[in-house]
């Protein structure tokens, strides 16, 4: 079993910056992708960010391209989101999540994924 646990939200004027982490532990953390996820009121779970099992590998979506940067410390057992530039529809409870089989890459599919973290709220401000 996997345990998730994120941290690092809050709330934060348009322009600003956060960054998510996600501590791991149960298992080896280094042989399994991982994802963010969000979900805003009223709205489907979406996509954010991918990384696979060794970092080598990122996906973004296309809302946060180019301002969200996805990252992983495999010694510290830690996924961060490093996020830039935020807007008021980057509001939402992000979610970290992890696959079960090893050695995959990320995935943009929430079916995708086995374990998931209990959510962090980001709220960006006008």
């Known amino acids: 079993q996997v345990q998730l646990v994120e941290s690092g939200g809050g709330l934060v004027q348009a322009g600003g910056s956060l960054r998510l982490s996600c501590a791991a532990s149960?298992?080896?953390?280094?042989?399994?992708?991982m994802g963010w996820f969000r979900q805003a009121p009223g709205k489907e779970r979406e996509f954010v960010a991918a990384i696979s099992w060794s970092g080598g590998s990122t996906y973004y979506a296309d809302s946060v391209k180019g301002r969200f940067t996805i990252s992983r410390d495999n010694a510290k057992n830690t996924m961060y989101l490093q996020m830039n530039s935020l807007k008021p529809e980057d509001t939402a409870v992000y979610y970290c999540?992890?696959?079960?089989?090893?050695?995959?890459?990320?995935?943009?599919?929430?079916?995708?994924?086995?374990?998931w973290g209990q959510g962090t709220q980001v709220t960006v401000s006008s």
């Open positions: 149960g298992r080896t953390f280094s042989n399994f992708a």
């Open positions: 999540a992890a696959r079960k089989i090893a050695y995959t890459n990320g995935s943009y599919r929430a079916s995708d994924y086995d374990y």
